[in-house]
């Protein structure tokens, strides 16, 4: 009989099997993401669900712009900008201000304007002089709707400080692209981007954040990365191993909102005050000992967009690909950072740019590199980087202050990338707590769906036993600013009333149970689970997996061991997809159908969606009478002695 050590043999995984993982995790990614609507139905019909409280961008929305339909003929936008005749010109300052409205509420209160092209690409032909008056009409425009402008860049204007130059000769006219950003009234109209930042240990990830944020360079020697560290014994190793949590703000002119003194940080408050765009960064760790805590922190955190640290001087090693393959699971769009280029010879760095570009071009990424080296890729690629299929690429030194000017550009252009539901049920998931002095227990994460108002009653847990506990909000902070309310999609922290801190963790949630809108809406009773059934796609595993396997599961903030307890198959090995049943091994959680589920022992093994919560063992997955059941061996020895008994 084969011992155990035999069974579970580790067997080194051919190159076909590896592609067959590499191959299926594009494929089911974009079907993991495509399976998430099920996760919140809509709650009035179609109608509602298509409404605008969808918060999404389309790629296909040039279609809009094609004039497919049968309604009347769309006025130029040349003729709106640059009309002077008495009798129009107020229609056309009307209809322009609308255009801009419009385009101000779709893009979550900043939106980009080309000045110098029709809506379809057609060039306006505008002369010095015609370029003048569009700038002034665009700015009393802006000031009407108490938003700033900024001059992104220009196309044959002379003296202009942002002229990128015109390689099409025979294209004389002025084009330029302009950003238009709303002035926010308080904390609740800014616009938040969530940026996680991943890549190997001594990938320089700590010290670019500690560069943009300070707005200093680095000394070669760890200057800039000291404020981020959290612990002593990272300012000691230089090394992150906690999660860092850093933000960046952007003012309406699109400036960065930096302390006038020379190397004095601006608090949280500070920035969010003076801000009308804020990055929040996540800091997280590289280092292959900490990659329980970076995957808590890119799941729990909800990023908008992936921020990859590759080395120059040592490429895409160690857990750079765990992390892209994690992000690429996710499906969280990419961008990378080169960094060191000031002390790696240029063969080195030609190396690491070759290998990057044959990974990102591989059929399980299928991303198409971009390298970001002059102001017209910069604008240009950020504008279009709602397309999941692109992967801008900068190379940058934090001591030198090479291409650094692009990144922070990069960054305030930067389209909201996100799906939120405002009118589903609040549901908000916990990925820290805090005891505060005079305040009490604090939780802190990100808003799921709903809004919830400060005084509402919710609902805490689950808890060992799978149960919820009743309190009340006493205040509400973003960004360590007092706000009367938090709705989807943001990222928050929660005073709670009467809850001390050890009777609250890490992958709780908070459900609302009463709100003073609706005093007499009673939420129903929230449901935990300890099995569920998902759909997984199986990365890498040296062997096969069959019933009784158990791995670190991930879905959001919650990080638990689970045992796989039924396949619809015998057993499963790397690149196939399966329905598999799972069992919590600690106690339940709050689960819900479509949520996204990652698994790992030790390196990631698979990825899958929750396709029902709760298992039926009477309704097995695969109900093959011939197939065997695994008993333990006691059990079998066991059964042999009392049949033996009986004979």
Known sequence: MATRAERYKEVPQSAQERRAGENALSDFADYVNKQQALRRPPING??????????????????????????????????????????????????????????????????????????????????????????????????????????????????????????????????????????????????????????????????????????GLDDGRGKARVNLFRHKHEIESGRTSSVGMEIMGFDTKGEVVVSGVPGRKLSWEEIGKRSAKVISFTDLAGHERYLRTTVFGLLSSEPNYCLLMVAANNGLIGMSKEHLGIALALNVPVMVVITKIDICPPQILQQTITQLTKILKSPGARKIPIFIKNREECVNTATQFVSQRICPIFQVSNVTGESLDLVREFLNILPHHGKYDVDAPFEFHVNDTFSVPFVGTVVSGVVRSGIVHAGDTVMVGPDGLGQFTTTTVRSIERKRISTPAATAGQSASF???????????????????????????????????????????????????????????????VSQTCAIIDIDRDYIRTGDRATVAFRFVQRPEFLAVGDRILFREGRTKGLGIVKAVGYDPSKPLNPDPTKQNDKPQSEAVEGKTSTSKAA
């Open 495 to 557: 005073a709670l009333r009467r809850v001390r801190r050890k009777d609250v963790r890490k992958g709780m949630v908070v459900l609302l149970a009463k709100s003073d809108a609706n005093p007499h809406l009673e939420a129903p009773k929230p449901q935990v689970y300890r099995e569920f059934v998902a759909e997984v796609l199986i990365l890498s595993h040296a062997t096969t997996i069959r019933t009784k396997y158990q791995a670190m599961l991930h879905v959001g903030p």
């Open 46 to 215: 179609p109608e509602k669900a298509n409404g605008a409280s969808k918060s999404e961008h389309a790629e296909l929305d040039i279609l809009d712009t094609l004039d497919l339909g049968d309604d009347k003929p769309k006025v130029r936008l040349k003729h709106l900008l640059l009309d002077v005749d008495e009798a129009t010109k107020d229609e056309s300052t009307k209809q322009l201000e609308a255009v801009i409205s419009t385009r101000l509420d779709e893009g979550h209160n900043e939106c980009l304007f080309d000045v110098g092209l029709e809506d379809n690409g057609d060039s306006q032909s505008l002369t010095e002089q015609e370029w003048g008056a569009a700038l002034a009409r665009l700015q009393a425009i802006a000031a009407k709707l108490k938003a700033d402008w900024k001059i992104l860049m220009t196309k044959n204007v002379p003296n202009s400080p942002v002229d990128v130059g015109n390689e099409n000769k025979k294209e004389r006219g002025c084009v330029g692209k302009i950003m238009i950003r709303r002035r926010p009234v308080d904390v609740d109209d800014q616009i938040e981007t969530r940026i996680a930042v991943v890549g190997n240990v001594d990938a320089g990830k700590s010290t670019l954040l500690g560069v943009l944020v300070k707005g």
